[in-house]
């Protein structure tokens, strides 16, 4: 169970800090939800509270555990990804629905190179936004950063 003030990751929507508990009535049922509030877009997320494990909400990483993701950034060549751009956004979709943050790592790198060689498909440039999205709200909260630090911070590693 957590609690106000903890943060944590909501996958595909990445990372954010619970403000409150509220109870709402959703299709006549009274149900307990969380208030996320996330660091990108001053959005607020609703989380049922019986359904954090399902959903796969987790605390967020360490400094260490981030640091290794930056070095995911920094140092790993990139993937092999099919060059059709179907099978590529597919691909990649995958990495990013695993919850992985390495996963999600690897994509923004892979689609960032791409996109500095061709221009991506409209499809590729949403899936990479969403990527990064999810990426900097976390990094935001780990590193105490504001989102324009780690954003650059991301491209400088990759571009580096």
Do not use: C
């Not at 990094?139 to 989102?147: A, F, N, P, Q, T």
Request: glycine share 6%; hydrophobic share 40%; net charge negative.
């Amino acid at each position: 169970m957590f609690e106000i003030g903890d943060k944590v990751v909501y996958p595909i929507h990445g990372a954010g800090i619970i403000v409150d508990v509220e109870i709402k009535e959703v299709l006549g049922e009274h149900r307990e939800y969380y208030i996320l509030q996330m660091p990108i877009n001053d959005m607020k997320v609703m989380i049922p509270v019986g359904n954090m494990k399902e959903v796969g909400v987790r605390e967020i990483m360490d400094q260490e555990e981030m640091d290794e993701v930056m070095e995911v950034l920094r140092n790993d060549p990139p993937s092999n990804m099919p060059k059709n751009w179907n099978r590529r956004y597919r691909f990649n979709m995958e990495r990013i629905k695993s919850g992985d943050l390495k996963e999600i790592a690897r994509v923004i790198k892979n689609l960032e190179l791409l996109d500095a060689q061709k221009s991506l498909s409209t499809g590729e440039r949403k899936l990479l936004n969403n990527a990064k999205q999810i990426l900097v709200s976390e990094m935001v909260l780990v590193y105490d950063k504001s989102v324009e630090e780690v954003t650059t911070g991301i491209l400088d590693a990759i571009l580096d």
